[in-house]
């Protein structure tokens, strides 16, 4: 019998053998999957290049040396979308919002078109555009054709957040909170939270921006807000305060977290911005609570602040804003904030620095838990908003508020975090800092507008560690550092260095209206990228964002150039290939200006 078997072994497999095939294919495919696992962690990101000296070095001597031609594209023209498509917005998109739930204000999320949807024409502007006021003139004016919205005109006249006069909309500093102007309301501010004042205090977030009059006004002191806002029918708030020169980015804390990641912005603020923190768990604040450095401070102003003397203006009883106000600081106390200061209409909380203070959630039924290790705390990308609180990585001690250095003096130091970057260090960080020097003088020999008040808002749509911003500084203007979803994630060290930022996907649109931003950079974006997205989808959510008359620069393998070139011919922008500082071959510069011009419907 066993002599049978063994010689079984002998003879060529028949073809229904079928246990003995499986064993060796079974094999094979787990090396095969090993092997493709390996080659993923090396190639899977083009900007863990840049992540250390020598990769760098890497880079500049990467396969586009060997090669010898580049990607052809036939030539195209682009058609206008219609007048109606003046203000898309195509992942929150008005006109899709029923196709999606009212719970938590979801269809006010980012809810994208399918590939089938997607428009491949240029969004024209309001009749009668004109290009923007310039920088810092436009904090207080801007055209009124630009953004043609009426209602908070009409519905807030007595708050005084905007008027209308002749062609213009004018912003006096109004708000609901904001009787006396926001600047003594941020005076106000200032006194109850002193950091605000020597470089403590550099990012904030505002929740429900209103025109962004509050972001405004820190600019002059020091202060780089994100003012955040959903996208609606009427207001168009993220409009306003980009027409402005003010940062702003569509968004609504509902079933997802915001695009940021955990233990970034030293403030956070909410005037009267009607989210509901209390309900649903409080599950809202614990996304403050995440995205809010150690230290970091939550303001709050309006209901249910000052209760005492404000109740009876709220449509409701003294009883009532008694017992959510108790239920706000029960609930802010269980996430280890304390309070910090109040005076009038103006409660501020600070985020704990004590880890210690932790420990309570760790009694059985506790309420709310302890995100489990699972949760990735910087994960932000399309990730649902959790019941639990993020705790700190207790290794970033530096990373607090209390320990991080003040501005400017963060600006260039390398932070804790960038140790957290693969190939990470603080020689990485340095020499990135020190190449975005020499690029940007370089740029500027190539588009003399770029340091001028021509150029107010800047997105670095492909940044490591925010270099351009930081290079740029010192010139009017604000950038808004994008890192790409599926690179490494660099975007706590473009925080650490008191910059702002954003995840984002650019197989997607961005959460921004039209005509938006002056500048566009990219570096190595298409190289990176052109596996998954299609670069003439790209292209054109780029002229999309653009203003009539905005500058790009795209740094580019020599191998993407010339069909980046041809699309954006067909897009109306004028291109000029220049060389890099280093002038080689295997990469190039192109300048690219899109031309102002009006829709054919236009009356």
């Known amino acids: 019998m066993k002599q049978k078997d063994d010689n079984k072994h002998d003879k060529p497999l028949k073809p229904n053998d079928k246990s003995s095939k499986v064993v060796p294919m079974g094999i094979m495919f787990v090396v095969l999957c090993g092997f493709s696992f390996y080659l993923g962690g090396i190639f899977c990101s083009e900007k863990d290049r840049f992540t250390s000296t020598q990769e760098v070095a890497k880079?500049?001597?990467?396969?586009?040396?060997?090669?010898?031609?580049?990607?052809?594209?036939?030539?195209?023209?682009?058609?206008?979308?219609?007048?109606?498509?003046?203000?898309?917005?195509?992942?929150?998109?008005?006109?899709?919002?029923?196709?999606?739930?009212?719970?938590?204000?979801?269809?006010?999320?980012?809810?994208?078109?399918?590939?089938?949807?997607?428009?491949?024409?240029?969004?024209?502007?309001?009749?009668?555009?004109?290009?923007?006021?310039?920088?810092?003139?436009?904090?207080n004016e801007c055209w009124y054709r630009n953004v043609p919205y009426d209602w908070i005109n009409k519905q807030k006249s007595n708050q005084h957040w905007l008027r209308k006069e002749g062609e213009k909309f004018y912003f006096p500093g109004g708000g609901t909170m904001f009787p006396n102007g926001v600047s003594a309301y941020v005076d106000l501010m200032q006194n109850l939270i002193p950091g605000m004042k020597d470089g403590t205090i550099r990012t904030a977030i505002d929740t429900g921006c209103g025109v962004a009059s509050w972001g405004?006004?820190?600019?002059?002191?020091?202060?780089?807000?994100?003012?955040?806002?959903p996208r609606d029918n009427h207001e168009a708030q993220v409009q306003f305060a980009l027409e402005r020169g003010i940062p702003a980015i569509?968004?609504?804390?509902?079933?997802?977290?915001?695009?940021?990641?955990?233990?970034?912005?030293?403030?956070?603020?909410?005037?009267?911005?009607?989210?509901?923190?209390?309900?649903?768990?409080?599950?809202?604040?614990?996304?403050?609570?995440?995205?809010?450095?150690?230290?970091?401070?939550?303001?709050?102003?309006g209901p249910p602040?000052?209760?005492?003397?404000?109740?009876r203006g709220w449509n409701t009883t003294v009883e009532e804003q008694k017992s959510d106000y108790e239920k706000l600081q029960e609930l802010l106390t269980s996430m280890c904030f304390k309070l910090y200061n109040k005076k009038d209409d103006i409660a501020v909380w600070q985020k704990s620095t004590d880890n210690n203070c932790y420990k309570q959630l760790d009694t059985p039924d506790n309420y709310p838990p302890k995100c489990d290790d699972g949760t990735e705390p910087d994960s932000a990308w399309y990730t649902p908003l959790r019941p639990c609180?993020?705790?700190?990585?207790?290794?970033?001690?530096?990373?607090?508020?209390?320990?991080?250095?003040?501005?400017?003096?963060?600006?260039?130091?390398?932070?804790?975090?960038?140790?957290?970057?693969?190939?990470?260090?603080?020689?990485?960080?340095?020499?990135?800092?020190?190449?975005?020097?020499?690029?940007?003088?370089?740029?500027?020999?190539?588009?003399?507008?770029?340091?001028?008040?021509?150029?107010?808002?800047?997105m670095d749509m492909n940044t490591v560690y925010g270099g351009l911003a930081a290079a740029l500084v010192e010139d009017p203007l604000w950038v808004m550092n994008v890192v790409s979803s599926y690179a490494s994630n660099t975007l706590p060290v473009v925080f650490d260095r008191g910059l702002i930022g954003t995840f984002h996907d650019?197989?997607?649109?961005?959460?921004?209206?039209?005509?938006?931003?002056?500048?566009?950079?990219?570096?190595?974006?298409?190289?990176?990228?052109?596996?998954?997205?299609?670069?003439?989808?790209?292209?054109?959510?780029?002229?999309?964002?653009?203003?009539?008359?905005?500058?790009?620069?795209?740094?580019?393998?020599?191998?993407?150039?010339?069909?980046?070139?041809?699309?954006?011919?067909g897009m109306k922008w004028g291109c000029h290939k220049e060389s890099t500082e280093y002038d080689i071959e295997t990469e190039k510069v192109l300048i690219c200006q899109k031309k102002l011009w009006y829709s054919k419907q236009s009356s």
């Open 216 to 229: 405004g006004d820190l600019l002059d002191r020091g202060i780089l807000t994100v003012s955040l806002a």
């Open 250 to 301: 569509l968004g609504i804390i509902s079933t997802q977290r915001l695009p940021f990641p955990s233990n970034s912005f030293d403030m956070a603020h909410c005037s009267r911005c009607l989210i509901p923190w209390t309900e649903f768990g409080g599950i809202y604040l614990l996304e403050v609570h995440r995205i809010l450095r150690p230290g970091g401070f939550w303001v709050l102003s």
């Open 305 to 311: 602040v000052n209760y005492e003397n404000r109740w």
């Open 506 to 569: 650019w197989c997607e649109a961005f959460s921004t209206y039209p005509r938006t931003y002056d500048l566009l950079h990219v570096d190595g974006l298409f190289t990176t990228e052109s596996h998954r997205c299609d670069m003439k989808y790209v292209l054109l959510e780029m002229d999309r964002i653009l203003r009539p008359n905005g500058y790009v620069i795209i740094r580019e393998s020599s191998y993407f150039v010339d069909a980046i070139a041809t699309i954006a011919k």
């Open 59 to 139: 880079s500049v001597e990467s396969p586009r040396k060997s090669i010898s031609t580049s990607v052809q594209v036939k030539t195209v023209s682009f058609p206008q979308c219609s007048a109606d498509y003046q203000d898309y917005t195509p992942c929150t998109d008005p006109k899709r919002w029923m196709k999606y739930g009212r719970h938590r204000l979801t269809f006010m999320e980012r809810h994208c078109p399918p590939a089938f949807d997607r428009k491949e024409c240029l969004v024209p502007p309001p009749d009668g555009y004109k290009e923007p006021i310039r920088w810092p003139k436009s904090k």
């Open 389 to 458: 609180v993020v705790v700190p990585d207790p290794k970033n001690k530096k990373s607090s508020l209390k320990a991080i250095a003040k501005w400017p003096e963060r600006l260039h130091v390398a932070p804790e975090r960038v140790a957290d970057v693969r190939g990470g260090s603080d020689g990485a960080f340095n020499h990135d800092d020190s190449k975005w020097k020499s690029r940007v003088k370089h740029y500027k020999k190539l588009l003399p507008a770029l340091g001028t008040n021509k150029i107010r808002n800047v």
